[in-house]
């Protein structure tokens, strides 16, 4: 009997402690300066299965020109007065990393080379807006922007109506002008012109989805004024310095957005690189950003953000469920088929992608690949993973 007791006694403590050991594992993170390479059995995955992935990512390459002004004008030539007011410049090849447990399983092309990342700015401003509201700056998501924004931005009376919340999740209908940039010429319809474009019936916040750079640069402007500095200092301070980031990175305006904060001008920062612009980043860098929101917002012990804002940045919006505070979302219109609607990522024009998988610890950043194929890579690296 004493011995059947000690024999489970010593089962339970081995129990544990392989507990501890996986446990442990699941919170590796990188230092500033490593960031250790591991095989992809030693995290549970299938090496054949990760290669025909990567190579399935090499083979299918964005086919847009690598100089990016050229692909940006092509890509928006229907729109009216359009024109590149932010930097630009040519791309790398196809390139990315794959994160298990924290751990580097994976890498291909040049990871270190700085590159325009276009909408998945939108997410890195989606967190500036999550540290506002950590920090009890903004209140409330649901309050209106004009009980923070004192100029003339939202005083219209179909402007009025417009809350934090609407401009995070695209479905505002915010109608004006913007650093000589109008709500109505990005992204127009297929039908009609000009004066129907400009004279159309607006629609009820919160109803309507509409993907619109001025709308987003909008939400950057107003958080502009909420923090009362550049928005790139409050990510380098907060996020990117904590979570060990290079300091390679830069993020932009226009030429035309300067905002006089306190007497200083100020350039308030695209949201995307649609007219120039936005970050220009590593890949690496964009894998410590994902490693964050992989973890709950919590870099090695330090809640950077909190668990509430991400909790409330990937929840359905009521007019698109695909789609939460500027992240999207693996559900409804969008969801790739075979894979989990747990799922959400950072999408930018030319095939830009930062996946989070926090159900399998799993991050994947993905540039240059062709955005049509972005459901089936995930699907190839997730069948990856040891059963």
Do not use: C
Request: proline share 3%; aromatic share 12%; net charge neutral.
């Amino acid at each position: 009997m004493k011995s059947s007791f000690h024999s489970k006694i010593i089962a339970l403590v081995l129990i544990l402690f392989v507990q501890i050991s996986v446990f442990s594992q699941q919170l590796y993170f990188p230092s500033h300066t490593n960031w250790i390479k591991s095989s992809a059995k030693k995290q549970g995955l299938n090496q054949v299965q990760l290669n025909k992935a990567i190579d399935f990512a090499k083979a299918n390459e964005y086919k847009g020109e690598r100089d990016l002004h050229i692909a940006i004008a092509k890509a928006y030539v229907r729109e009216p007065y359009f024109k590149i007011v932010g930097p630009t410049k040519e791309r790398g090849g196809p390139a990315g990393i794959i994160l298990r447990n924290g751990y580097m399983v994976a890498e291909w092309g040049d990871v270190n080379r700085i590159d325009m990342t276009f909408s998945v700015t939108k997410s890195y401003l989606a967190t500036i807006a999550g540290l506002a509201v950590d920090e009890g700056l903004i209140k409330d998501t649901h309050d209106k922007m004009n009980t923070y924004i004192n100029d003339t931005t939202f005083s219209s009376e179909h402007n009025s109506k417009i809350t934090w919340h609407h401009l995070l999740t695209q479905s505002s209908d915010w109608s004006g002008n913007l650093f000589g940039m109008s709500d109505w010429a990005d992204r127009p319809p297929k039908e009609g012109i000009i004066e129907d474009w400009k004279n159309r019936t607006l629609v009820e916040p919160g109803t309507v989805f509409e993907y619109n750079d001025v709308r987003v640069n909008l939400l950057s402007y107003s958080l502009l004024k909420v923090w009362q500095k550049p928005l790139p200092v409050i990510l380098k301070e907060k996020i990117m310095d904590p979570i060990g980031a290079s300091s390679t990175w830069n993020w932009y305006g226009y030429e035309t957005s300067k905002v006089k904060i306190n007497g200083t001008e100020i350039e308030s920062v695209s949201g995307g690189g649609h007219s120039g612009g936005g970050l220009f980043i590593n890949t690496v860098d964009h894998a410590r950003f994902g490693l964050l929101f992989a973890r709950n917002g919590n870099w090695n012990g330090q809640q950077l953000i909190s668990t509430k804002w991400i909790e409330q940045m990937t929840q359905s919006s009521e007019a698109n469920a695909s789609y939460g505070y500027l992240w999207w979302l693996n559900r409804g219109s969008e969801k790739w088929d075979g894979v989990s609607e747990d799922i959400f990522y950072a999408n930018g024009f030319g095939g830009n992608f930062i996946v989070i998988d926090r159900a399998h610890d799993l991050v994947i950043v993905t540039r240059w690949l062709d955005p049509d194929k972005i459901g089936e890579m995930v699907r190839e690296i997730l069948n990856a993973i040891e059963k």
